[in-house]
């Protein structure tokens, strides 16, 4: 497809869109994954005043966020009080919808409990593998764009632009934090992300309080410092191709646990986390440098063939995703690796087998 027929392709998308949120009446479900960025939180926020200013604020608008948001989409929302532009938040008990918006989720896997209530809903993401896509009524998908908040800008500016609405300073801003986040502070950003920062801070969005939100260090909790400690303590060693790899059993701040374990020389990190009643949990990291080398979204493909092959679903990006099963195996999932890197001319070896099975096999 050429770039004008591309272009024609996304307007009417867009117009389509526009016209499903015209629609709306009654009450409308903003559902974004677990544990929320500041990339899924500014993109819901920003649909939620989209939709209130579409439809005259006829529409209550409820945003549903599973197991709570991260300590820096929290922060985000008090400094830019961004509370105003949604009537309620959910994260435990549910209220019914008529209409659903799903943001920056790539399976249904990251909504927890809720996603067997999901139902011709409107998707926008951008992820590399989204298993949500087929079955979504309509879907605002684009993987060549850095974030969410990138997509969800250029359906305001399109829908909005034509009335002169003038978008409110601290929406801007969240869209700015959500970019910031996505792009590693621009690190993973491409020449459509820097055109659409730039409109942000010229239409009014503050690119320093982005910043001042985001990149204030916080000390690690007692809690955090333990669960980094037994990640590592538990973690197995492997070998694919030259590649180092390890896995870990962890239940709790499972991201961080990652980080650690990439900041100590692994080139990929996974992390289980099994939940009572709730299935396990499969994270996925690795670097970009080990993406680009391999010339394969790694962590995308991966999580969707550990869903696939374990019964469950998995997507997200080429360096972080993530996957969710109900039953766990061990052996499956080490048959499930072996199998996925081979089949890639990378030789998959255990160097030291570490205590996350025995954490983790139960």
Same mark, same amino acid.
């Given at each position: 497809?050429?770039?004008?027929?591309?272009?024609?392709?996304?307007?009417?998308? @867009?117009?389509?869109?526009?016209?499903?949120?015209?629609?709306?009446?009654?009450?409308?479900?903003?559902?974004?994954?677990?544990?929320?960025?500041?990339?899924?939180?500014?993109?819901?926020?920003?649909?939620?005043?989209?939709? +209130?200013?579409?439809?005259?604020?006829?529409?209550?608008? $409820? $945003?549903?966020?599973?197991?709570? $948001?991260?300590?820096?989409?929290?922060?985000?929302?008090?400094?830019?009080?961004?509370? +105003?532009?949604?009537?309620?938040?959910?994260?435990?008990?549910?209220?019914?919808?008529?209409?659903?918006?799903?943001?920056?989720?790539?399976?249904?896997?990251?909504?927890?409990?809720?996603?067997?209530?999901?139902?011709?809903?409107?998707?926008?993401?951008?992820?590399?593998?989204?298993?949500?896509?087929?079955?979504?009524?309509?879907?605002?998908?684009?993987?060549?764009?850095?974030?969410?908040?990138?997509?969800?800008?250029?359906?305001?500016?399109?829908?909005?632009?034509?009335?002169?609405?003038?978008?409110?300073?601290?929406?801007?801003?969240?869209?700015?934090?959500?970019?910031?986040?996505?792009?590693?502070?621009?690190?993973?950003?491409?020449?459509?992300?820097?055109?659409?920062?730039?409109?942000?801070?010229?239409?009014?969005?503050?690119?320093? @309080?982005?910043?001042?939100?985001?990149?204030?260090?916080?000390?690690?909790?007692?809690?955090? =410092?333990?669960?980094?400690?037994?990640?590592?303590? =538990?973690?197995?060693?492997? +070998?694919?191709?030259?590649?180092?790899?390890?896995?870990?059993?962890?239940?709790?701040?499972?991201?961080?646990?990652?980080?650690?374990?990439?900041?100590?020389?692994?080139?990929?990190?996974?992390?289980?986390?099994?939940?009572?009643?709730? !299935?396990?949990?499969?994270?996925?990291?690795? @670097?970009?440098?080990?993406?680009?080398?391999?010339?394969?979204?790694?962590?995308?493909?991966?999580?969707?063939?550990?869903?696939?092959?374990?019964? !469950?679903? !998995?997507?997200?990006?080429?360096?972080?995703?993530?996957?969710?099963?109900?039953?766990?195996?061990?052996?499956?999932?080490?048959?499930?690796?072996?199998?996925?890197?081979?089949?890639?001319? $990378?030789?998959?070896?255990?160097?030291?087998?570490?205590?996350?099975?025995?954490?983790?096999?139960?």
């Amino acid at each position: 497809m050429s770039s004008s027929e591309d272009s024609r392709a996304t307007s009417r998308l @867009t117009e389509e869109v526009a016209s499903w949120l015209s629609r709306l009446q009654g009450s409308t479900c903003i559902f974004i994954h677990r544990n929320a960025d500041p990339d899924a939180v500014a993109s819901a926020y920003a649909i939620s005043y989209l939709i +209130k200013h579409l439809t005259s604020g006829r529409v209550l608008t $409820l $945003l549903i966020v599973p197991e709570g $948001l991260e300590a820096l989409s929290k922060k985000m929302i008090e400094a830019l009080n961004l509370k +105003k532009y949604v009537d309620s938040e959910h994260s435990s008990d549910f209220m019914e919808c008529a209409h659903q918006v799903v943001i920056d989720t790539a399976s249904a896997s990251q909504l927890g409990m809720y996603s067997s209530i999901l139902r011709d809903y409107l998707l926008i993401d951008h992820h590399e593998v989204n298993t949500l896509v087929e079955s979504a009524q309509i879907a605002l998908y684009n993987p060549k764009k850095r974030s969410s908040s990138e997509i969800v800008f250029e359906l305001m500016d399109h829908l909005l632009s034509k009335s002169g609405c003038r978008v409110p300073s601290e929406i801007l801003t969240a869209l700015i934090c959500g970019i910031l986040y996505d792009t590693k502070y621009l690190r993973l950003a491409n020449d459509m992300t820097f055109e659409v920062m730039a409109k942000l801070i010229r239409l009014g969005g503050d690119y320093e @309080t982005a910043l001042s939100i985001l990149s204030s260090k916080k000390e690690l909790d007692y809690p955090e =410092r333990i669960a980094r400690i037994k990640g590592a303590m =538990r973690a197995g060693l492997y +070998k694919v191709g030259d590649l180092i790899m390890v896995i870990t059993c962890i239940g709790a701040y499972e991201s961080s646990v990652l980080k650690l374990l990439l900041d100590a020389g692994a080139d990929i990190a996974i992390a289980i986390a099994s939940r009572k009643k709730q !299935g396990t949990r499969i994270i996925i990291r690795t @670097t970009n440098e080990v993406v680009e080398r391999l010339g394969f979204p790694l962590a995308a493909e991966l999580a969707r063939e550990l869903g696939k092959s374990m019964k !469950g679903s !998995g997507g997200g990006h080429a360096s972080a995703a993530g996957v969710y099963v109900e039953e766990f195996k061990p052996e499956l999932f080490i048959k499930v690796l072996t199998r996925f890197f081979e089949s890639r001319d $990378l030789a998959f070896k255990t160097i030291d087998e570490g205590r996350w099975l025995c954490e983790c096999g139960d």
